[in-house]
């Protein structure tokens, strides 16, 4: 999508993060993630079980191999562990969009590691 190359990025802001005793080297980790106008994520994977749900506006997702989603507040998505995050991005050059992602990953990985 033209334009969407000099958008802001997305701003992250970590809500809560947990061990998970049952499951050695795993941990919960809750993100609030806020897509200014515009927003655009770049192609990544989180190798973690993502939850996402939306609180404000609305976003456009896809993981490779799935279909391309809108998503508006009180609609949820999921991304596993071995899917590449192909489009991510605010549905709106105007309002900006707020979303929770409730992560279950390995202790001290990374968010998001960006694919070529």
Same mark, same amino acid.
Request: charged share 20%.
């Given at each position: 999508? +033209? *334009?969407?190359?000099?958008? &802001?990025?997305?701003?992250? @802001?970590? =809500?809560?993060?947990?061990? =998970?005793?049952?499951? +050695?080297?795993? /941990?919960? =980790?809750?993100?609030?993630? /806020? %897509?200014? +106008?515009?927003?655009?994520?770049?192609?990544?994977?989180?190798?973690?079980?993502?939850?996402? %749900?939306?609180?404000?506006?609305?976003?456009?997702? &896809?993981?490779? *191999? *799935?279909? &391309?989603?809108? $998503?508006? +507040?009180? &609609? @949820?998505?999921?991304? *596993?562990?071995?899917? #590449?995050?192909?489009?991510?991005?605010?549905?709106?050059? @105007?309002?900006?969009?707020?979303?929770?992602?409730? $992560? #279950?990953?390995?202790?001290?990985?990374?968010? $998001?590691?960006?694919?070529?």
């Amino acid at each position: 999508m +033209p *334009g969407r190359l000099m958008a &802001q990025e997305a701003k992250v @802001t970590p =809500l809560m993060s947990k061990d =998970l005793a049952e499951y +050695p080297g795993k /941990e919960g =980790l809750m993100i609030m993630v /806020e %897509y200014p +106008p515009g927003s655009a994520d770049p192609i990544h994977r989180h190798n973690a079980h993502a939850f996402l %749900y939306v609180l404000e506006d609305s976003i456009v997702m &896809q993981v490779k *191999g *799935g279909k &391309q989603v809108t $998503l508006t +507040p009180g &609609q @949820t998505f999921y991304e *596993g562990p071995s899917d #590449v995050h192909i489009v991510g991005h605010n549905a709106s050059n @105007t309002k900006p969009a707020k979303f929770i992602v409730f $992560l #279950v990953k390995d202790k001290d990985a990374p968010v $998001l590691i960006p694919v070529k």
